[in-house]
């Protein structure tokens, strides 16, 4: 293959995923209501816990139980938005769509990448929905501007790997209602992790589980970042917050990346 083939291959490997991106840009604007409740979404469940059990909560070693849930919230949203991957791709599997685009002469990864960059281009729109909603309430990152883009940088990587986790068990359920049984996973994760308190306050196993959580490492990583009370335990996890929350992606996408491709590539043989 020539470098003039091969970079033709590349550019319209590119405007075919550009094009999906644009579909789901297009659903967006037919369906403002359903872009506007998964941003809000996050946004009830932070000033719940902030304003209606926050008063209740303590942070070992002191701090403003909002300084500490805010990050935390951050990091739960980008694990949350797996549920919204599953079940786009499973209505597109049921309605047929994406049979009909690998018949057409497009590249085979369009589809995929298309799908990620619609999903990451939301997930960064709902963070920043996030933040200003926290700043909003009071919370402020003391750390430098170069901190505060690695924070975001390591929760955006977070939720890049979770959308190939999604992907991929989008196409294995095969049916929308499947999506009922992720969340049955998803919640379980969420809550077993240090986003709504420490790990110190839980059952010694719980608590075990909680601190090598991917998404504990994520919040704990974030909060050092940002500044925020609750930053570690004391365990080697929450000493070496920054690396887990660097490596756990990487295994998932490691994973479930080339898992989802080959899921694909399958499809209707």
């Not at 997930?123 to 929905?129: A, C, D, K, N």
Request: aromatic share 10%; proline share 5%; with cysteine.
């Amino acid at each position: 293959m020539t470098t003039a083939t091969l970079i033709d291959s590349w550019t319209g490997s590119l405007a075919d995923s550009w094009t999906m991106t644009r579909r789901g840009l297009a659903h967006w604007a037919r369906q403002p209501v359903q872009v506007v409740v998964q941003l809000a979404f996050p946004v009830m469940t932070l000033v719940m816990f902030a304003y209606v059990l926050g008063g209740g909560m303590t942070v070992p070693g002191g701090g403003d139980y909002k300084d500490f849930l805010v990050p935390g919230t951050f990091a739960l949203t980008m694990v949350f938005g797996l549920e919204g991957t599953v079940l786009a791709i499973t209505q597109d599997l049921n309605r047929g769509v994406i049979d009909r685009f690998r018949s057409m002469p497009m590249a085979r990864s369009a589809v995929l990448v298309g799908r990620s960059v619609l999903d990451m281009l939301q997930s960064t729109l709902g963070l920043l929905v996030l933040i200003g909603v926290g700043l909003a309430m009071g919370w402020r990152w003391h750390g430098g501007p170069g901190d505060t883009l690695l924070a975001v940088g390591l929760l955006l990587w977070l939720r890049f790997a979770m959308l190939w986790l999604g992907i991929f068990l989008g196409m294995a359920a095969g049916r929308p209602e499947m999506v009922q049984a992720v969340q049955i996973l998803v919640w379980p994760v969420g809550f077993g992790s240090n986003v709504f308190s420490s790990p110190e306050t839980m059952p010694g196993w719980l608590g075990a589980l909680a601190v090598w959580n991917p998404m504990s490492a994520t919040a704990t990583a974030i909060r050092e970042l940002f500044g925020s009370p609750g930053g570690g335990d004391g365990s080697w996890a929450a000493d070496h917050a920054g690396l887990l929350a660097a490596c756990w992606p990487l295994v998932l996408i490691a994973v479930f990346l080339p898992l989802a491709m080959r899921r694909y590539a399958r499809l209707s043989r």
